[in-house]
Every structure is written in C-alpha cells, then in structure tokens.
C-alpha cells in the first residue's frame, strides 16, 4: 500500500523541452517567417547587389529606384509579384533544421554555462549561448541555404513570361548547378562571413530578448507573456543585430553572388569585395538594404518567437496531458 500511495501521490516532474520539440516548434516559426518576410529579403539583396555608380542609363530610360519600396515596385512591375519569392525553396527546405539546430544549440550552450548550483545562466552565459548556436547553425544550414538563395534573388527574369527561362529554375536546380560547374565547395562561400554574422546575431537576439522576457515577467508576476508581447520583444530584439552587422552582410551577399574564381583564397575575395565597394561606390554601400533587412529581420524574429513559444507550449501541454493520462494506469501497476 505505502509503495501505491507514493506512486500516486509523487507528481510527475516536468521535463525538459527534447530535440523534437525544438524541431516541430522551430520549424513552424521559421515556416511562418519565411512565407511573411521573404518578399523583404529579396529587395534586400537586390538593392546589396545594385552599384549606384554604374553608368548612368540611356537618355528617355527610367532611373534606377534607391527606395526600398521603389526596387519592391521595379522587381514586381518588371517580374511579378511571384519574384519576391525567388529562392523561398531554399529558405524554406532550410528553415526547419535551422531552427532546430539554433534553438536546440542554444539550449544545450545555456547547459553547459549554467551554475551548476542554481541552474540560472547569467546573461554573459546567454549571450556566448547566442554566439555559439548562430556560428552553428551558420556552418551546418545557413551558408549553402545563402549562396542559392542569394544566386536565385540575383535573377532579374520574368516569373510570367514562359519564354524568359533562368539560369537557376529553382533551389534544387540552383545547388545542382553550382555544384556541378563550381564545386561543392562554393556552397560554403562566405561561411566566415555568414558564421560572424549569424552569430553576432544570435548573441544579440537572445540576450536581449531573455532579458527583456525576464523583466516583463517579473514586472507583471506572469509564467508566461502573452503572445502580442512575445511578439513586441521578439521585434525589439531582432531588430538590433542587422544595424550592429550591415556591412558584414553586404560583402557577404557579393561575395556569394560572385562565381567561385580558380586559385583565388576567401581572404584575397573578401579584400577585394571590400576595397571594390569602399573605393567605386563609398562606404554607405555598406549599409546599403539595411532598412529592408530590419524591416525583414525585426517582424521575422517577432513572427519567430511568438510561433515558437506558442507552438513549444502546446506540445508541453500536450506531454504534460500524456503524463497525467498515465497516472491512473500506475494506480495499478
């Protein structure tokens, strides 16, 4: 009887949040993210890949657009709507092990800086958690899932007209080609590059948005934050890395727009990527698509941690709900 009673009286520990939780909740985030904020990313590159001190155009021609809205306007008007999505395949065939890889990552840094006494990571521990889960997930998914993204936005060619026939018909194809007529090796161009901007990123994304999560708890007495505050810190915290890093990922989208040069090292490529754009078009080309970037990355991260944590939520509930559906079984046992 003692050894019942302690079985049903025992309450079941909460575990935590495994890989495939982090998996199906990251997924879902990065799913939701990609279909809402692609459009930004891809006026974004355009206007990276734009040298303003080109030759002017012919007498009668339309002036190239500078505003963001206007290249968004130029690209649909001349493509189609449908072009603002030009490499979503390879986002979205790489958003799921993104996202796992970066909060699963994250996790387990937090883990190995926590006190081993209390638990708590402090925010330093956070901020190098960050730092670590973005260089991982820059190497393991987010370089090769770059080059072919940024190869397909690069396409100025209609998505209306069945005649006007790319180079690059789709994510897959892209790869197929890169591969076979560059290397396999051309996939991880930039990967310097991309690892210091993912992970300046990251470092910056989480910190601020545990913190801020950590505040607004305390402050209001809550568990959890609802989901228009998710979303505002979310916003807050997302929007902070591209300012702190908008050169960085300039050189980076030229330097893997660029077709890979026999004999030619990274360092003697990003030299020369930067010397180029420093000395032929000043050095605002540096931050040039940094309003479409926040405006892609602040709403991206927001959509990111909301759909996160609700999605995290509902499967802890879920196994919460399986638990206590066992416990009349272990009445008996």
Same mark, same amino acid.
């Given at each position: 009887?003692?050894?019942?009673?302690?079985?049903?009286?025992?309450?079941?520990?909460p !575990?935590?949040? *495994?890989?495939?939780?982090?998996?199906?909740?990251g997924? &879902?985030?990065?799913?939701?993210?990609?279909?809402?904020?692609?459009? +930004?990313?891809?006026?974004?590159?355009?206007?990276q890949?734009?040298?303003?001190?080109?030759?002017?155009p012919?007498? *009668?021609?339309?002036?190239?657009?500078?505003?963001?809205?206007?290249?968004?306007?130029?690209?649909?008007?001349?493509e189609?709507?449908?072009a603002?999505?030009?490499g979503?395949g390879?986002?979205?065939?790489?958003?799921?092990?993104?996202m796992?890889?970066?909060?699963?990552?994250?996790?387990l840094?937090?883990?190995w800086?926590?006190?081993?006494?209390?638990?708590?990571v402090?925010?330093?521990?956070?901020?190098?958690?960050?730092?670590g889960?973005?260089?991982?997930e820059?190497?393991?998914?987010?370089?090769p899932?770059?080059?072919?993204k940024?190869r397909?936005?690069?396409?100025?060619?209609?998505?209306?007209?069945?005649?006007?026939?790319?180079?690059?018909?789709?994510?897959?194809?892209a790869?197929?080609?890169?591969?076979?007529?560059?290397g &396999?090796?051309?996939?991880?161009?930039g990967? &310097?590059?991309?690892?210091?901007?993912?992970?300046?990123?990251?470092?910056?994304?989480?910190?601020?948005y545990?913190e801020?999560?950590?505040?607004?708890?305390q402050? !209001?007495?809550l568990?959890?934050?609802?989901?228009?505050?998710? +979303?505002? +810190? *979310?916003g807050?915290?997302?929007?902070m890395?591209?300012?702190?890093?908008?050169?960085?990922?300039?050189?980076?989208?030229?330097i893997?727009?660029?077709?890979?040069?026999a004999?030619?090292?990274?360092?003697k490529?990003f030299?020369m990527?930067t010397r180029?754009?420093? !000395?032929?078009? *000043?050095?605002k080309?540096?931050?040039?698509?940094?309003?479409?970037?926040v405006?892609?990355?602040?709403?991206g991260?927001?959509?990111t941690?909301?759909?996160?944590?609700?999605?995290?939520?509902?499967?802890d509930?879920?196994?919460s709900?399986?638990?206590?559906? !066992?416990?009349?079984?272990?009445?008996?046992?």
């Amino acid at each position: 009887m003692a050894s019942t009673k302690s079985n049903i009286s025992a309450p079941s520990k909460p !575990q935590k949040a *495994g890989l495939t939780t982090h998996l199906v909740a990251g997924g &879902a985030a990065g799913l939701a993210e990609a279909l809402c904020c692609h459009p +930004l990313d891809t006026i974004k590159v355009r206007m990276q890949l734009t040298n303003m001190r080109r030759a002017p155009p012919a007498p *009668g021609a339309p002036a190239m657009p500078k505003s963001f809205l206007g290249v968004g306007q130029r690209i649909v008007q001349r493509e189609g709507f449908l072009a603002l999505y030009k490499g979503l395949g390879a986002v979205a065939t790489g958003m799921v092990p993104k996202m796992a890889i970066r909060f699963s990552s994250f996790e387990l840094y937090k883990s190995w800086l926590a006190n081993p006494e209390t638990g708590k990571v402090s925010t330093t521990g956070v901020f190098f958690a960050g730092l670590g889960a973005g260089i991982t997930e820059a190497v393991a998914v987010v370089t090769p899932m770059d080059v072919v993204k940024i190869r397909l936005q690069a396409q100025r060619h209609s998505t209306v007209d069945p005649m006007d026939v790319p180079k690059y018909r789709n994510a897959m194809h892209a790869a197929y080609t890169i591969i076979k007529e560059e290397g &396999a090796m051309t996939l991880y161009k930039g990967v &310097a590059l991309t690892a210091l901007r993912q992970a300046t990123n990251q470092a910056v994304n989480f910190t601020v948005y545990q913190e801020f999560k950590r505040i607004a708890r305390q402050m !209001q007495g809550l568990e959890e934050l609802p989901s228009y505050q998710v +979303l505002l +810190l *979310g916003g807050i915290s997302g929007a902070m890395g591209p300012v702190s890093n908008a050169p960085i990922d300039t050189i980076k989208t030229r330097i893997q727009k660029s077709t890979s040069v026999a004999g030619e090292s990274g360092w003697k490529r990003f030299v020369m990527v930067t010397r180029d754009i420093a !000395q032929k078009e *000043g050095y605002k080309a540096f931050y040039r698509g940094l309003t479409p970037r926040v405006l892609r990355v602040a709403p991206g991260q927001a959509i990111t941690f909301m759909v996160y944590e609700k999605v995290k939520s509902w499967i802890d509930l879920w196994n919460s709900r399986s638990q206590h559906a !066992q416990l009349p079984n272990q009445k008996y046992a």
